[in-house]
């Protein structure tokens, strides 16, 4: 489908609010804001220090990244062909339609506000540079960098079949987030820090592995081999309970070492409360796509409450 604006009534033009809602896919911001709050909490706790401005406009900062990769991805995703794919292979009530492969917007005015939104977010990292020190602006500057050839020729992370988009998506999510905000409130970065972002990041990752779930037939026929298009279903089940538990096992030898504080037990415990209402799943590898996207939202409430029950018992 083309990208001129559709008039038909089977797919009536959204409003310009429900578009960019869409291109930037908004509803999954919390993946973003949740390290943020972690490394600001283990800032306050260990160093007694908090900037409410700083933190704000550290929260602003990587809105707009996150915001701004979420648009890129799209953009080139279909500008590679798998946009298109998936809105004729997936039915046209399909929740998680883009506004790209419908026409509602053009790949020109896409990327001009993709690019918007990571140049407010670089601006921002400019400015704790100078405020704070070098390392936001190193540390923004990789994020934006790794948004942008995640998908983007002629890197084009996502589509190698190597896991390259997956580590991407880690340090994006993980260090980079938790390590940013706990330096524009201290002006330090630490070792403590690194060691507790690390699970957050895999966390994230198993996120996208779930959802390549859905996409896996779509993948597969667009030529993008992510991990997950890569691996096929089954394995992908595997792996991404093997990283869950990864993930669980670190935040409770860090609170065996001491490094965190008894309480941020509580997170694996919750966080797998929530994802053993699909553990069945993790048997099932030849369903159709539909029948993993409950599973994929489920996963992502439980990646949801184990960062956030992280973040809120390091200040316990």
Known sequence: MGDSALTSSENPQPGKLAIFYRLTRMQFLPLIVLPVLSGTFLAFRYYHTFNPEYFALMLVGVILLH???????????????V???????????FAAWKPLPRGFIT???????????????????VYFAFAVGPWALILGVAGIALAVIYTAPPFKLDYRGLGLGEIAIFFCFGPIPVLGSFYVQTGLLSL????????????????????????????????????GAALGRARSLSLSLTLTGISYAMVFVLVALRVL??????????????????AKTFKLPNELPSYYVSFTVNALLSNWIFALVLALTVLV
């Not at 990327?111 to 601006?123: E, N, P, T």
């Not at 966390?203 to 779930?213: A, K, R």
């Not at 509580?266 to 797998?272: G, K």
């Open 107 to 125: 790949l020109q005015n896409a990327k001009s506000v993709s690019y918007a939104l990571l140049l407010g977010s670089l601006l921002l990292a």
């Open 192 to 227: 403590r820090d690194l060691l507790v972002s690390i699970p957050i990041g895999i966390m994230t990752v198993t996120i996208l592995v779930d959802h390549d779930l859905i996409f896996y037939e779509v993948y597969t026929a667009a030529k993008k081999f992510s991990l």
């Open 83 to 93: 946009d298109s794919i998936a809105n004729s292979m997936f039915p046209k009530d």
């Open 261 to 278: 504080p008894i309480w941020c037990s509580l997170a694996p415990v919750a966080s797998a409360l929530i994802l053993v209402r699909k």
């Open 67 to 81: 915001l701004g990769a979420n648009a890129i991805d799209d953009c080139y995703d279909h500008q590679n062909g």
